[in-house]
């Protein structure tokens, strides 16, 4: 149910045109297909790539990848009930990890914007390979609407002429030499324990401001979780995203961005989580996170 107008099969159809022309650098350099269109609602694709893999002991792909998909599709799926005149963003994102994703397999997304108020949109979305039956993972989202003065439907930007390409350095001695996703965003560990992202144009959601995709904030967000919860717990194995819950308070500026995370619950196979992003201040964190990870089960060991 919307409290906003429908647009015109003449203006969604030029709309869904656009959205498919235009959409965050990262979208673009990813390989994100808009394959399916309705009013409210997108159905995209992303191809397996070898870049978009955590952990290459099992060929899995970053928990981060498919975070940073289902924000992308379910922001399609609100400028798709909108008139494309207006700026979106994402102010929280809820993730839920059903399975891990089959590697070698594109990843599909279908998304539904089924409320828009004056200044909010209520979205949720699915992320399956086989059958949306079978999903890899669910989301549920709230966008504000008019969020800034920009519009990338509208806006000209020539970012995407230029764009860069995803690629993961090689670093066989560096904490990420498993995690080719984590490197791709050249995440970085430094010596109090902060973690570091660096600003680059890979990373880029909104061209005109230009702004950190809101997927990208996620998937740094849960790295720094899994690294200081294996850290702090002196584990080997990595553990498991069950949830993430993502909270974005300011824009993300073209700057390094740093993290933390901390744990508030350990149980004997789930921990609890939360995190902050922040760049030149940390009192003022661009977003926070609560999320938990499935621990490898210990034998004779009850659940919490």
Not at 148 to 165: G, H, I, K
Request: charged letters at 20%.
């Amino acid at each position: 149910m919307s409290e906003t107008p429908a647009p015109s099969p003449f203006i969604f159809d030029e709309l869904a045109g656009a959205i498919r022309r235009r959409r965050s650098v990262y979208g673009h350099i990813s390989g994100l297909q808009l394959d399916r269109v309705a009013p409210g609602e997108a159905w995209s694709s992303l191809p397996y790539r070898p870049v978009f893999v955590g952990d290459t002991e099992t060929g899995v792909i970053h928990g981060g990848v498919v975070t940073a998909l289902l924000d992308e599709c379910c922001g399609m799926a609100v400028q798709l009930a909108l008139d494309g005149t207006r700026s979106i963003a994402t102010l929280d994102l809820r993730i839920d990890y059903q399975k891990p994703a089959t590697p070698g397999l594109d990843i599909k997304a279908h998304s539904l914007c089924y409320r828009v108020t004056r200044s909010i949109a209520f979205v949720r979305a699915t992320a399956y390979q086989d059958s949306e039956d079978d999903p890899v993972a669910t989301a549920t989202a709230c966008f504000m609407v008019g969020a800034n003065r920009t519009n990338m439907l509208v806006d000209r930007t020539s970012e995407y002429s230029a764009a860069p390409v995803l690629d993961a350095p090689d670093d066989p001695d560096g904490p990420f030499a498993n995690s080719p996703f984590a490197r791709c965003l050249g995440i970085r560990i430094q010596d109090d324990g902060t973690l570091m992202m660096p600003f680059a144009r890979r990373i880029i959601g909104n061209p005109i401001l230009p702004a950190i995709h809101g997927g990208i904030t996620g998937a740094f967000l849960e790295t720094t979780a899994i690294v200081n919860v294996t850290r702090d717990l002196g584990i080997e194995a990595m553990p498991k995203p069950i949830g993430l819950t993502v909270n974005y308070l300011r824009s993300g500026r073209a700057l390094e961005t740093f993290a933390r995370a901390t744990i508030v619950k350990q149980g004997r196979r789930v921990v609890a989580f939360e995190a902050q992003a922040w760049q030149d201040d940390p009192s003022k964190p661009i977003a926070s996170a609560f999320g938990h990870f499935m621990l490898r089960r210990v034998p004779g060991a009850d659940e919490e």
